[in-house]
Structure formats: structure tokens, C-alpha cells
């Protein structure tokens, strides 16, 4: 008697983008960058422990990436995430905004759960948090 044999999918599985820029953002940061001289410059975005929501987005400008970084590049930007950040900031957007009540990027987080009222900080559905003052 012949068993039948499980059928193995051939395709691998879709990892979802770790992040994504829209147009906006990509476009502030090549003016951000354009008089670097260094080919390596990109935008290190990370997450952190912190705020009233339990985690903290932080973004700067990086020379380098570091060796446990996932290196990405979106519309034409290199993007450096470490990887304790990767899974926090899987399928995230970066924006950037400029309003009559300010100006910067803003992350789109599908993660994020909770946020505190002035959206310096969130919650993922894996970490239940606890109430904390709001320092940003």
C-alpha cells in the first residue's frame, strides 16, 4: 500500500517589509543627506523601553550599519533596524509630515496596539505594559 505523501509548497513563505518609507520621507531624507559625502549614510530606526505605552521610537541619521543590523533599502534610502527592533517595527511605514503644528517623521505601526495621547509611545499586543508617567 502506497501512503500518500504530505505536498510541500514550493514557495517560500512572504516576510513582511521590516519598514517602509512613503514618498514624503524618502524625499526628506535625501535632502537631509545629499551633501554626505559617505555612501553608507542611512536611517537607523530603533525601538526602546520607555514612554507611558511601554516602548519609544528613535530614528537618526547613521554612518554605518552595525553588524546585527537588518539593512534594507526603501525609495532609493538606506534604512538600518537592529535586531531587537525587527519584530517591533515589522511591517511599519515612515512618514513624514509637515503641519501648521509641526513638522517630522511619524511611524505607522501595525504592532502597535495602544498608544499614549500625544503618540510618543506604544504597546504591542505581546507586552501588556503597565501605566507609566509620559516623559518625551
Given at each position: 500500500?502506497?501512503?500518500?505523501?504530505?505536498?510541500?509548497?514550493?514557495?517560500?513563505?512572504v516576510?513582511?517589509?521590516?519598514?517602509?518609507?512613503?514618498?514624503?520621507?524618502?524625499?526628506?531624507?535625501?535632502?537631509?543627506?545629499?551633501?554626505?559625502?559617505?555612501?553608507?549614510?542611512?536611517?537607523?530606526?530603533?525601538?526602546?523601553?520607555?514612554g507611558?505605552?511601554?516602548y519609544?521610537?528613535?530614528m537618526?541619521?547613521?554612518?554605518?550599519?552595525?553588524?546585527?543590523?537588518?539593512?534594507?533599502?526603501a525609495?532609493?534610502?538606506?534604512?538600518?533596524?537592529?535586531?531587537?527592533?525587527?519584530?517591533l517595527?515589522?511591517?511599519?511605514?515612515?512618514?513624514?509630515?509637515?503641519?501648521?503644528?509641526?513638522?517630522?517623521?511619524?511611524?505607522?505601526?501595525?504592532?502597535?496596539?495602544?498608544?499614549?495621547?500625544?503618540?510618543?509611545?506604544?504597546?504591542?499586543?505581546?507586552?501588556?505594559?503597565?501605566?507609566?508617567?509620559?516623559?518625551?
Amino acid at each position: 500500500m502506497i501512503e500518500p505523501q504530505p505536498t510541500v509548497d514550493s514557495q517560500p513563505a512572504v516576510q513582511p517589509l521590516v519598514v517602509s518609507l512613503t514618498d514624503a520621507a524618502a524625499v526628506k531624507l535625501r535632502e537631509l543627506t545629499k551633501e554626505e559625502a559617505n555612501p553608507d549614510i542611512g536611517l537607523r530606526v530603533y525601538v526602546y523601553s520607555g514612554g507611558r505605552s511601554g516602548y519609544r521610537y528613535g530614528m537618526m541619521l547613521e554612518d554605518a550599519p552595525t553588524a546585527e543590523d537588518k539593512v534594507l533599502e526603501a525609495n532609493g534610502v538606506k534604512v538600518y533596524v537592529d535586531g531587537n527592533s525587527v519584530s517591533l517595527l515589522s511591517g511599519s511605514q515612515i512618514d513624514y509630515v509637515d503641519t501648521l503644528m509641526g513638522a517630522g517623521f511619524t511611524v505607522n505601526n501595525p504592532n502597535a496596539v495602544a498608544a499614549c495621547g500625544c503618540g510618543s509611545s506604544f504597546r504591542t499586543a505581546d507586552d501588556a505594559g503597565t501605566a507609566r508617567a509620559c516623559a518625551h
